[in-house]
């Protein structure tokens, strides 16, 4: 059965900081890993997708990697802005097209 | 093109009673799937659908819940005699289609409150 890790559960930064958030899956058999950010009462916007062949995709001052073998992603985030706080949800999609969510990193961008 | 839209925002229903909750996917999108969300938890699967069809509902308990995706008209998530372990967050998101490269786009949620 697979499931999702993400480490940290919660994470305050100064604006301007670089972080990275962990995202780990037990079972290497996907088709893509997703990051999707969740604003308090919102829904989920997608961020970025990664296709299980490749290593990684970037937007902006974002950028996910990809490491399949090992069961890991990350999210990189450069220059972090408070506009940026949010929680933060991989979700990695399965062979049925299901896509299995993690428990989210909450992030505060304190000015 | 207007994104997922899903009604009600707030929902709030005493032990027992029905709950309906709906779901339009984008224009175009012939996918759809709902998700449940606790407190200070994940998502969590329940059914995907494609119109007249159920496709997986291997996340949707056996008793009180179903789905439906009409011809017509928006999905539907039913959920008879509520409890308070109903409670939460549920989320509509749809696709074009299925496919390794497809993102999914999710409406803003509805919010059951059982007293």
């Known amino acids: 059965k697979q499931e999702v890790t993400q480490i940290p559960a919660a994470l305050s930064v100064p604006e301007g900081e670089n972080l990275v958030l962990n995202c780990s899956f037990t079972d290497s058999a996907i088709y893509n890993l997703q990051w999707f950010r969740q604003d308090p009462g919102k829904g989920l916007t997608s961020l970025l997708l990664?296709?299980?062949?490749?290593r990684e995709q970037t937007s902006g001052r974002l950028n996910a990697s990809l490491d399949k073998s090992s069961g890991r992603s990350t999210l990189y985030i450069a220059a972090s802005q408070p506009g940026d706080s949010a929680t933060y949800l991989c979700a990695v999609m399965d062979s049925s097209y299901k896509l299995i969510f993690g428990s989210g990193t909450r992030l505060l961008v304190r000015p | 093109n207007a994104g997922v839209m899903q009604n009600p925002r707030h929902l709030v229903r005493r032990r027992g009673q029905e709950a309906r909750l709906r779901c339009s996917p984008m224009k175009g999108h012939s996918h759809v799937y709902w998700y449940r969300q606790l407190p200070e938890e994940g998502l969590k699967f329940m059914v995907y659908l494609q119109k007249e069809n159920i496709i997986d509902e291997s996340g949707m308990p056996k008793e009180r819940f179903s789905a439906e995706f009409p011809k017509e008209g928006p999905s539907i998530l039913r959920i008879q005699q509520v409890v308070r372990g109903d409670s939460a967050a549920y989320f509509c998101?749809?696709?074009?289609?299925?496919?390794?490269?497809?993102?999914?786009?999710f409406g803003s949620g509805t919010q059951l409150s059982v007293l």
């Open positions: 998101a749809s696709s074009p289609r299925a496919g390794l490269d497809e993102k999914l786009f």
């Open positions: 990664i296709q299980s062949s490749q």
